[in-house]
């Protein structure tokens, strides 16, 4: 695949801020519009976009960890944050919060944790659908 | 806790095996351990129902009406009990017969994530959350019916999609109808708060979105005609868990809105389910009658022995309900079993077709007998489980007055004996065709073990079933009563919410 040299530098600059973008989104999320999901398909935006620019197997490079193994731990992440309650002695999925404030991010809670696999999950899935049909199409 | 547990340990097991994507050894050992894991699990759970009435989980801490609740009564206690067997029968037998190909791609973790959903929507007290379970089971048997990807595979598995999509459709609408009309969507707040509105016509509409929605999960008449369309492409094991359970799943939620939410107008809606249920069972035997495939026999009598679990439904009667509850537990089991003798027969012959198939019984006797237990007990035969089933709903036919139906579920026993003759008479008995091509079982012996393993498992429960009746009676009964008396279900779920 021919990639412009216009976009493969852009890129270079787009990737961090799309990706601290998706950060962004994924710690406000609790509490104000953003989320694990929005966050996620960001991320994988700024994937998607390095794919085009360089080419599927560059991606998978820069990724550097296989799709189907991020939403594994994506999924593992989210069963954890559930069963974390009960070490705190509460039932299932309910949700637990630290008492101090972490300046910049903010209350820290096993919502959280589920956002971050919730994030993992949805990175994994889109990319691992993106990187197969640009497969295809090579 | 315990009501939680059959819902995340095949999921917890299921991201496992994930993480392990190119091991497939792991991933057979790991089903094993996770199936094991699921009936201690299910047994747990019912010996807990049994013992102190209905559970009621609350998750998140979040109280009903508001959060999302899942509630175990004996009924679904009793479908759990049957699905973790189900599950671990077929975990058994894909050892021996599921390919290597499919194992890379995943048909474990699928398998468990199945289960998941399966059990899911057995113990969701949230209407809405059934429609999410539904969803999670469709998925997960969409891949496994397409997974290999053979064009009468996918012909199949694009007919079985659609129509459940159209369900889903139609049930997230009826479900969206309701929440305007009750402004809730847990069950038991709905059953305490639909009486009170003052718009009868509207509810039996609504009602009946459900029952088509449900129909067409479970194979109802009209409404059917996906199964035999998808239910014979897939391989034995697949076959066998989504003809013993998934319909089952549609007849649970049937018996579950119809006993609990939709009893406002029983007049109308359950003779409408008994009409159905007279012509589900009628038009499957006779659908049945007219093949020549093993699998296809059996796809179509699966249709008509939903006709029976209905038709208990419609009777509403607590012994009809009861009846219909041990249908259900002895048709799992009994039509599990069938489809994996069926795969056993393909697996010698290499073929469904019984034009092909013939003198069986003289290689493998055994295998004739463990065809003829399930087969009789399909079609009644006492003292088999099936007999007890039957009896149960003709006898609360008969005590209701209702020949009609009576008369029909009788006259489809007596088709069901003759089809089951016909495939004993094809594939066991006649003389083999001279072109047989395959007429040994290849594999090793461990295979041959592994593949029987599960069929002996479940002949073995049917015959329990049938010399020792009694104790499944006895909750099969009790499941009905705790059907039939909402107010324990609704005292139960939203009981815990004023503490």
Redesign the interface.
Known sequence: MKSSLILATTVKYIIPLLLIFSFFLLLRGHNEPGGGFAGGLVAAAAYALYAIANGVEEAEKFLSIEP??L???G??TA?IS??LP?LAG??????VWLDNKIPVIGKLGTPIIFDVGVYLLVLGVSTKIIFSLAQEEE | MLLVLPIISPFFFAIIMMLFWNNTKAHRIINLVSSAASIIFAVMLFSNVNNSGIQVFQVGSWQAPFGISLVADLLSAIMIVITSVIGFSTAVYSLATIDHEREKFGFYPLLQTLLMGINGAFLTGDIFNLYVWFEVMLISSFVLLALGGRKKQLEGAIKYVTLNLLSSALFLAGVGILYGLAGTLNMADLARKLPLIDNPEMLTLVSMLFLIAFGIKSAVFPLYFWLPASYHTPPAAVSAIFAGLLTKVGVYSLMRVFTLIFINDTDFTHTIILVIAGFTMLSGVLGAASQMDIRKILSFHIISQIGYMIMGLGLYSPLAIAGGIFYIIHHIIVKTNLFLVGGAISKIRGTYQLKKLGGLYKLYPILGLLFLIPALSLAGIPPLSGFWAKFTVVKAGLDLGEFTIVAVSLFVGLLTLFSMTKIWNEAFWKDAPSETIGNKFSGSNTQKAILFLPIVLLALITITIGFYMEPFFDIAQQASEQLLNPNLYIDAVLGVSNE
């Open positions: 189907l193994k939403f594994s731990f999924l593992l069963l559930a069963l009960l509460k039932p299932f999925m309910t949700g």
